[in-house]
């Protein structure tokens, strides 16, 4: 069946960055849009990333210039590449396949002031 699998997250300080991954089994991101949201408490879930089959990213305003998500189709990972981190992008990561609309578990990212 198809997974995906979230890793990366940690407690870094405000300022610094953070390289998520996420492999896939079971599915070919090649061919399938990825993305990353996140949740923070007391919050929607929001997108944060997204990148197309034909390599089109999307940002919102929030992270955009500093985030930066990309995927290596033989690894059949994505990548969310987060810099300049400020204690607002603290929240629990989570790796999604449009197609199909398959989630991650998650990984949490925390940002100290």
């Known amino acids: 069946q198809v997974r995906l699998v979230e890793s990366g997250g940690g407690l870094v300080q405000a300022g610094g960055s953070l390289r998520l991954s996420c492999t896939a089994s079971?599915?070919?991101?090649?061919?399938?849009?990825m993305a990353w949201y996140r949740q923070a408490p007391g919050e929607q879930r929001e997108l944060v990333a997204s990148i197309s089959s034909g390599g089109s990213t999307n940002y919102p305003d929030s992270v955009k210039d500093r985030f930066t998500i990309s995927r290596d189709n033989a690894k059949n990972t994505v990548y969310l590449q987060m810099n300049s981190l400020k204690p607002g992008d603290t929240a629990v990561y989570y790796c999604n396949a449009r197609v199909g609309r398959y989630w991650g578990q998650g990984t949490q990212v925390t940002v100290s002031s």
């Open positions: 079971g599915m070919n991101i090649r061919i399938n849009t």
